[in-house]
């Protein structure tokens, strides 16, 4: 569920539907911060799923991120979406101890809008992790609960209503198979969120890899290093292939090996691609 959704709010895939989703989605988040973003005549925004970032001695993986850019191409917003399929996956602690890696992984981000998107069920759990997340307001970061599916508005619904628009042809016609996978993913997606499925299902990454470097520590450790299309960087370590924390990774290499990049400075996608810069040159 979060690979499709992530899919949709990249207005670069090949869904066709351009920014119609992710526009929809940001007036129901919040129109009013949106409001210099929805004015655009085009939003161009990129979608990473289960980027890995340091916390601490440990890591973890954000459910989607979702990059938008201004006008003149520059980041505009950041969004950060943990996606709660369960009522009952409910963790105290997770929703903050993302906040914090993100901060861990770039101290400086501005225009940080942290989701916390659920089933439209009000349990103690749920709310208790919502509410434990206190966001750093002066630098422009905000948090909100959003639902898969109400009576007044949520994902669901505006999948349904752009099919609708569709349908009496407010905007461009969908093609057909994409016309069928968005409902089968509606129906899908409302049997999770009200509990009456009955299996679980791991979403897989997307994006073919772009490029590709094996890089060995001092300490003899070897590394994968990927670039996939979606601008996503992650490290697997080379005898496991278990997925590793990037930003520590690359950090260590470069110190190692005294490249030109100011990693200490620099959020993980950048650190990513200076680093597949500098070694195609």
């Not at 950060?80 to 901060?103: C, D, F, H, T």
């Amino acid at each position: 569920m979060s690979a499709f959704l992530g899919y949709l709010l990249d207005s670069t895939k090949d869904h066709g539907l351009g920014d119609t989703f992710l526009r929809a989605f940001l007036a129901e988040l919040d129109a009013e911060t949106f409001a210099p973003i929805l004015a655009q005549s085009h939003i161009r925004a990129g979608a990473l799923l289960e980027q890995c970032y340091p916390l601490g001695p440990n890591n973890c993986s954000l459910d989607i991120e979702v990059w938008i850019e201004d006008d003149n191409g520059n980041q505009a917003f950041r969004l950060v979406i943990e996606n709660k399929i369960r009522s009952g996956a409910a963790n105290p602690k997770q929703l903050v101890r993302y906040y914090e890696a993100v901060l861990e992984d770039d101290p400086r981000v501005r225009n940080l809008y942290v989701v916390f998107l659920t089933p439209a069920v009000n349990t103690a759990a749920l709310t208790a992790e919502f509410n434990a997340l206190k966001v750093n307001a002066k630098r422009q970061h905000y948090a909100k609960r959003m639902y898969w599916d109400t009576t007044s508005g949520g994902v669901l619904p505006i999948l349904r209503n752009i099919l609708s628009r569709e349908m009496v042809g407010d905007i461009n016609p969908i093609n057909e198979y994409m016309r069928h996978t968005i409902k089968a993913f509606i129906r899908h997606a409302s049997a999770w969120t009200t509990g009456q499925s009955k299996t679980m299902r791991k979403g897989e990454d997307i994006g073919d890899v772009k490029e590709e470097f094996e890089i060995t520590l001092l300490n003899g450790r070897a590394f994968r290093v990927v670039m996939r299309d979606s601008a996503q960087v992650q490290v697997f370590d080379a005898v496991t292939g278990d997925k590793q924390v990037a930003r520590r990774i690359l950090g260590t290499y470069i110190d190692e090996n005294g490249l030109p990049i100011l990693h200490e400075q620099l959020a993980t996608r950048q650190i990513g691609k200076q680093f597949f810069e500098h070694m195609a040159s």
